[in-house]
């Protein structure tokens, strides 16, 4: 059994800009496209087999930007701060109320978005009730991606199980939704130097990796 147990309770812990949240949450339901660095594929590969190594699951957000023509861009991955669960029952992990709070801080600070989160299964990768019920991705249009065997396999996201939310559930999406939606691109690392460091440094004041 796994256990995905995640208490979203961001919405009474911080306060956002309604008007934002109305705007990001229309274009979040409307996205065509996301770009994604292959670069942040194998660091959130590398974060989940950490885990792995100890047989546990592990979980990993990508954060980015949302555009006014139905794209967006994953920009940062972050592995937040999470206790993992091991017993009898199964593996899985948690994450406590003021770790959330953080990872809005942090959203807040850098006026980035939380466009997915990906986490691992001990074998096959699917989207248990657990995950259904505790996912910090909780705006309409949002991506949750499970990835099989601990991370331990190809970085490649045509073989893990990437679900969206639509009206309110979690919908697996096909083979070939998954390679038109997202586009796995090479990111020169030039040109962000200043950026990276700007959210590296939030990031390490708000306790996160």
């Known amino acids: 059994m796994h256990y995905g147990r995640i208490y979203n309770t961001i919405a009474k812990q911080f306060s956002f800009d309604i008007d934002y949240i109305i705007q990001d949450g229309e274009r979040m339901k409307h996205l065509e496209k996301v770009y994604l660095p292959y670069e942040i594929l194998e660091k959130t590969t590398v974060s989940l087999q950490e885990y792995g190594d100890r047989l546990c699951e592990g979980l990993v957000l990508w954060l980015g930007e949302i555009n006014n023509d139905k794209t967006a861009r994953v920009t ?46 001990p074998g096959r990768a699917y989207h248990s ?55 796995v691109e090479e990111i020169p690392g030039k040109g962000n130097e200043n950026g990276s460091l700007v959210l590296g440094s939030i990031k390490k004041i708000l306790g996160l990796h």
């Open 76 to 121: 940062q991955m972050v592995t937040p701060e999470q206790k993992s669960i091991k017993s009898e029952d199964g593996v899985g992990y948690f994450v406590n109320s003021q770790t959330l709070f953080n990872i809005n801080k942090l959203l807040s600070a850098s006026g980035l978005r939380l466009l997915a989160q990906v986490h691992s299964h």
């Open 129 to 183: 009730q657990a995950d259904d019920r505790y996912c910090i991705v909780t705006m309409e249009g949002g991506f949750s991606i499970v990835v099989p065997n601990f991370g331990f396999g190809p970085t490649n996201l045509l073989q893990w199980a990437t679900y969206r939310l639509t009206d309110g559930t979690w919908k697996k999406l096909s083979k070939g939704t998954v390679k038109t939606i997202f586009q």
